[in-house]
């Protein structure tokens, strides 16, 4: 009541006063939705076309305003984050193994014959070996690898940053492509991921696994390991690597999963 006492007294507004108020903020809001509902519809119209079969059956405007989803992250996050790390002694000591697809067939699979084929468009192909890879400077990352059905646990792996491997292999100019696309060396699983993600300095391709060349089971002789990315996009057993602009095929985008399927 004291409070009051000071404040100047406004006359209470009549009901008519109020009507007319809230009629001129109603059409206001209204005015503004649909001033936003035409502005979004056409920048949904206006997103990337979408190349049919890579991603699984969303209704065209969806998929585009996904693919919107994508850009947005992919220029705004990507490269300018750093993933959490960890102690090597905090590192799972006998890690998942989660799914097998495209590196079932251990019997035909011969490790030590094994090269890595980099595909070039006009169906030239780079056959680069182990030893080579090897060869260049060992990285190492300790961190929380997360599976997009939800699990997750600390990891450790070792290998080649993905750059240096593109810088010492000479295939830079091939990577300003937007995309790479990775395949097991009998082609039943294969991933697709986006140029920020692959040069991500936390990328790399591993061949180690808590000090000891990885198993059969989590992908020798050497597997795909982003960070940036959910589990599905580490490709196991990488037999193929490919550059394009258009998106490579997708296995999990196939079935409708998120292309992008960045953390
Ligand atoms: N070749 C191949 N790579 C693959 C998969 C697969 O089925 N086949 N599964 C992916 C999924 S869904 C996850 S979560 C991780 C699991 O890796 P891990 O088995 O080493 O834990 O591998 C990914 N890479
Ligand atoms: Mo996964």
């Known amino acids: 009541m004291k409070a009051n006492a000071n404040k100047k007294v406004k006359a209470p507004l009549t009901v008519e006063q109020k009507i007319k108020r809230r009629t001129f903020i109603s059409f206001g809001a209204f005015g503004a939705m649909g001033l936003g509902a035409v502005a979004s519809w ?25 693919n919107k989803t994508e850009l947005f992250f992919r220029n705004f996050f990507s490269n300018k984050h750093l993933v959490k790390t960890y102690p090597v002694a905090d ?35 780079q056959y680069i070996s182990l030893e080579a890879i090897k060869a260049l400077p060992k990285t190492e990352i300790v961190y929380d690898f997360k ?20 810088a010492h292999f000479k295939l830079e100019e091939e990577a300003k492509k937007q995309y790479m696309g990775l395949e097991t060396p009998n082609g039943s699983y ?27 089971d989590h992908g020798a002789p050497l597997r795909l390991i982003v960070p940036v990315k959910y589990g599905i996009k580490n490709l196991k057993r990488i037999g193929t690597m490919s550059f394009s602009n258009n998106r490579p095929r997708d296995y999990w985008a196939e079935q409708g999963y998120d292309y992008y399927s960045g953390l």
């Open 147 to 166: 599976c997009v059905e939800g699990w997750d646990e600390i990891q450790h792996w070792a290998g080649v940053k993905l750059s240096d491997f593109l």
């Open 91 to 125: 590192a799972a000591k006998t890690p998942r193994v989660n799914s097998l697809i495209g590196i079932e067939d251990d019997e035909n699979f011969d490790a030590d014959d094994w090269k890595l084929t980099v595909k070039f468009k006009n169906k030239t192909n």
């Open 42 to 66: 056409k920048w949904l119209l206006a997103a990337p076309e979408e190349t049919p079969g890579i991603t699984g059956g969303t209704r065209v405007p969806l998929r585009r305003a996904l």
């Open 190 to 216: 294969y991933v697709g991921l986006e140029r920020e993600s692959i040069l991500h300095p936390q990328t790399i391709l591993a061949y180690e696994m808590n000090g000891k060349p990885i198993s059969i």
